[in-house]
């Protein structure tokens, strides 16, 4: 069995259809202040406190907090918010592309990102959502065990796993929030799958050995 029928056969008992995200730039709420530390909540996701000069995933880095504020760069700009007051960035998502080549089996493989941290991605379009094994959700620190336990019908039998979602996920220059993954406990696939999950918010053109992703929303 090749490669690519084993990867798809280990999901086969995912979600009949991927979960699209929700269509938003870059926004920023302050929802705490401390002194050199304030806490935020970007693009709708689990609040999280940043020190000065910690830099997100996102692009947003704290740079100083007042006593009923906070500045911040985001994406490049500067900007002092309030508490409770909401940032909304004016960059368009779409214009971030993704060029990616294939190795010698025919591969799109990757180096990326899950909440800041770097992982290397298979591309896999008959996955629907980002499948992470095991060792990598350890090394990348994620809170699997309080998803939802699944279980799935793979070539070698059955599977245990858990449905999470990611805070973040980055390849390149492309920054996806709130994206659904299933961790799964078996050797069931060789490396974390780059699935549609994070695949259906994109573009995406072949042209021989190349692909390229753009973001849509």
């Known amino acids: 069995m090749s490669s690519r029928h084993f990867i798809a056969s280990a999901l ?9 995200g929700t269509a938003i730039a870059t926004n920023v709420t302050v929802v705490g ?7 935020v909540q970007i693009d709708g996701g689990a609040p999280r406190t940043l020190s000065i000069g910690t830099k997100t995933a996102e692009g947003v880095t704290l740079l100083s907090v007042e006593r009923d504020s906070a500045t911040f760069d985001i994406q490049g700009k500067r900007a002092t918010l309030r508490m409770g007051q909401q940032h909304a960035s004016s960059n368009a998502p779409s214009s971030a592309t993704v060029v990616l080549k294939a190795d010698s089996r025919g591969h799109f493989i990757t180096e990326g990102q899950v909440n800041g941290l ?5 591309v896999d379009t008959g996955a629907t959502v ?13 809170d699997y065990r ?20 990611l805070d973040t ?3 390149g220059d492309i920054t996806v929030n709130n994206v659904d993954a299933v961790v799964l406990e078996s050797s069931a696939i060789p490396a974390a799958l780059l699935g549609m999950s994070f695949l259906n918010r994109m573009q995406m053109r ?12």
Do not use: W
């Open 206 to 217: 072949r042209d021989g050995e190349t692909m390229t992703l753009i973001r849509r929303f």
């Open 118 to 122: 770097p992982i290397r991605f298979i």
């Open 146 to 165: 309080r998803g939802q336990p699944v279980i799935m019908s793979t070539a070698n039998g059955q599977a245990n796993g858990y449905r999470i979602r």
């Open 169 to 171: 996920v980055r390849i």
């Open 12 to 20: 086969a008992s995912l979600l009949g259809c991927a979960i699209a």
């Open 33 to 39: 202040l401390f002194p050199n530390k304030a806490v």
């Open 130 to 142: 980002i499948a992470i094994p095991l060792s990598d959700a350890r090394r990348l620190a994620l």
